[in-house]
């Protein structure tokens, strides 16, 4: 069974710095995409970052580019997401989120996501 | 690329068809859009990849059209547990991927 669980959220100051974390399980991490996804409080779902399979190449929103760092370690199938300089903005609920699998082609695809965590809580305030 | 959803609402009895809609500001090149379902405290549930196939679980009830600027999500005979937000994501723009704004589909 396909896992995900992302750790690290809590309470920051503006300004401050968190290091969130996705422990990924069930299947063969090092073939995947790898995304961050939130949602502000009220808010509809935001792209954040992702990194390719070798994590070789990442991609982040406008918004974050300079402040936030997407990284992987595929020894040990985890996922991680810097976060510095943080601002009230990025106060969200963050999911770690898998490259789909196309079971017709047989092979993992960036255009979707097909598995998610249950998120972890960002709380950007003084 | 800006994904516009349509109705923000959508108030329908369990048993009813939702029709769900998803513009497209300019024309998305290889049908690269999906649909999510989210309830509150979960992650979000992939429903369609490719515009219009159903991902592995998801009952035939479900189902994305579509092509171009313009997609839908259909519901046929809605269960209690379809009541939640639905986005369409796209892949392909700046930037990379982009999601909807959300319709609710709520119980009336």
């Known amino acids: 069974e396909v896992q995900l669980v992302e750790s690290g959220g809590g309470l920051v100051q503006p300004g401050g710095s968190l290091r969130l974390s996705c422990a990924a399980s069930g299947f063969t991490f090092s073939q995947c995409c790898m995304t961050w996804v939130r949602q502000a409080p009220g808010k509809g779902l935001e792209w954040v970052a992702s990194?390719?399979?070798?994590?070789?190449?990442?991609h982040y929103v406008d918004s974050v580019k300079g402040r936030f760092s997407i990284s992987r370690d595929n020894a040990k199938n985890s996922l991680d997401l810097q976060m510095n300089s943080l601002v009230a903005e990025d106060t969200a609920v963050y999911y770690c989120a898998r490259g789909g699998y196309d079971p017709f082609w047989r092979t993992y695809r960036y255009d979707y996501f097909d598995h998610w965590g249950q998120g972890t809580l960002v709380t950007v305030s003084s | 690329i800006v994904l516009t959803q349509s109705p923000d609402t959508l108030s329908l009895s369990p048993g009813e068809k939702a029709t769900l809609s998803c513009r497209a500001s300019q024309p998305i090149g290889n049908n690269y859009l999906a649909w999510y379902q989210h309830k509150p405290g979960q992650g979000p549930r992939l429903l369609i990849y490719g515009a219009s196939s159903r991902a592995t679980g998801i009952p035939d009830r479900f189902s994305g059209s579509g092509s171009r600027a313009d997609f839908t999500l259909s519901i046929t005979r809605l269960e209690p547990e379809d009541f939640a937000v639905y986005y369409c994501?796209?892949?392909?723009?700046?930037?990379?991927?982009?999601f909807g704004q959300g319709t609710k589909v709520e119980i009336k």
């Open positions: 990194i390719k399979e070798d994590g070789r190449e990442e």
């Open positions: 994501q796209f892949y392909g723009g700046s930037p990379l991927w982009t």
